[in-house]
T-cell receptor
């Protein structure tokens, strides 16, 4: 069974641009969550999607948005990039049955210059 | 709001020895889950062990075990017979039933040969 796949692995963008990150969950998993990891703030929850609906949202500005498709793949978009958005963005998928653990992808390293 | 605290930014252990990583959390909920994740240099978060709050018995996974003290809101990880491959950043995480993961700041574990 393939794991959680995130693309791209690395990304360099300029301030003011926008970026879209992609996450393909483990087959059969319907819940996808996104986390931002920075040296200063650590790991912070961005949002969770389940069956194409946002189920939970963290404390991030509206520049951060996401969506989930019918095949459970999810995208995260950040508009008007700021230097502080440079981070490792991790995606995690979870089975819809019961409270099972989340499985993480390898992340997308975003650098904003 | 729930919080997770890891008071040891760095720990070191000799190969084949035992090390304990500390974690405390704060919550008013009675139903929740606790996890230890390992993040090696590859940056992928790997689940090490999980504990359901309603279970009094401490979870064990091979060389990894936890000491779960619900009243004290403490959840430490013990690694026995430490191996070089155990060197990584370890994160303690809290999740309420169906909710988001809340992570501690992490403990960087080094293993000396």
């Amino acid at each position: 069974k393939a794991g959680v796949t995130q693309t791209p692995r690395y990304l360099i963008k300029t301030r003011g641009q926008q970026v879209t990150l992609s996450c393909s969950p483990i087959s059969g998993h319907r819940s996808v969550s996104w986390y931002q990891q920075t040296p200063g703030q650590g790991l912070q929850f961005l949002f969770e999607y389940f069956s194409e609906t946002q189920r939970n949202k963290g404390n991030f500005p509206g520049r951060f948005s996401g969506r989930q498709f019918s095949n459970s793949r999810s995208e995260m978009n950040v508009s008007t990039l700021e230097l502080g958005d440079s981070a490792l963005y991790l995606c995690a998928s979870k089975s819809s049955t019961g409270n099972t653990e989340a499985f993480f992808g390898q992340g997308t390293r975003l650098t904003v210059v | 709001a729930q919080t997770v605290t890891q008071s040891q930014p760095e720990m070191s252990v000799q190969e084949a020895e035992t090390v304990t990583l500390s974690c405390t959390y704060d919550t008013s909920e009675s139903d929740y889950y606790l996890f230890w994740y390992k993040q090696p240099p590859s940056r992928q978060m790997i689940l090490v062990i999980r504990q359901e709050a309603y279970k009094q018995q401490n979870a064990t996974e091979n060389r990894f075990s936890v000491n779960f003290q619900k009243a004290a809101k403490s959840f430490s990880l013990k690694i026995s017979d430490s191996q070089l491959g155990d060197a990584a950043m370890y994160f303690c995480a809290y999740r309420s039933a169906g909710g988001k993961l809340i992570f501690g700041q992490g403990t960087e574990l080094s293993v000396k040969p």
